[in-house]
């Protein structure tokens, strides 16, 4: 059973880079073909998918967000991490890690989130 | 990006009610799309797929149907555990996007 984790600080100031990693037990990140994912839940609000990364390193973002974020894999540790920076008070939400199934854009496997609070 | 829309926000029902979420999508989106199921401090899980696929181990009382633009969630007799607030999300094209969401309470 594939598991993920997210870590990473929990307060980020304004103008500064928000980094999170996430953690895969269960398999191996580089095979399988699966596409890694961050996806944020804004407080109360719905949700938002950032972008994602293959198991070759291809990355691909959000237009939204794509000036800002980047995503990147570190297969010897089996983790994938998030940096987006420049944060505001709008970049305040849970960020979940979540498996992109090989074949269509469903998230089958999601971390439990973790809450990240832009403040000074 | 393709935009979708969910409705009611909230929908207040009884246990063994029958109960229908809608969702609607900016644009076609043939069959590419998911609903997921959230509770209060979980990550989302994925009900159902390709508008009306359910996923191994979700009860029958779920399901879905719809294509193009107009798509539902349905639950045919409710339980306890089904209050929770339900997400769809298209996966036609990128960026995926999510509903705002249906809240389920008990009434």
């Known amino acids: 059973q594939v598991q993920l984790q997210e870590s990473g600080p929990g307060l980020v100031k304004p103008s500064q880079t928000l980094s999170l990693t996430c953690t895969v037990s269960?398999?191996?990140?580089?095979?399988?073909?699966?596409?890694w994912s961050w996806i944020r839940q804004h407080p109360g609000k719905g949700l938002e998918w950032m972008g994602y990364?293959?198991?070759?390193?291809?990355?691909y973002y959000n237009p939204s967000l794509t000036s800002r974020l980047a995503i990147s894999l570190d297969t010897s540790k089996n983790q994938f991490s998030l940096n987006l920076n420049s944060v505001t008070a709008a970049d305040t939400a849970v960020y979940y890690c979540?498996?992109?199934?090989?074949?269509?854009?469903?998230?089958?496997?999601w971390g439990q989130g973790k809450m990240v609070t832009v403040s000074s | 990006d393709i935009q979708m829309t969910q409705s009611p926000s909230t929908l207040s029902a009884s246990v063994g009610d029958r109960v229908t979420i809608t969702c609607r999508a900016s644009?076609?989106?043939?069959?590419?799309l998911a609903w997921y199921q959230q509770k209060p401090g979980k990550p989302p899980k994925l009900l159902i797929s390709?508008?009306?696929s359910l996923q191994s181990g979700v009860p029958s009382r779920f399901s879905g149907s719809g294509s193009g633009t107009e798509f539902t969630l349905a639950i045919s007799s409710l339980q306890p555990d089904d209050f929770a607030t339900y997400y769809c999300q298209q996966y036609k094209s990128y960026p995926y996007t999510f509903g705002q969401g249906t809240k389920l309470e008990i009434k």
């Open positions: 990364i293959y198991y070759s390193g291809t990355t």
């Open positions: 979540a498996r992109r199934g090989a074949v269509a854009g469903l998230f089958e496997y």
């Open positions: 269960g398999g191996s990140i580089s095979s399988g073909g699966y596409y």
């Open positions: 644009q076609s989106i043939s069959s590419w």
């Open positions: 390709k508008a009306s």
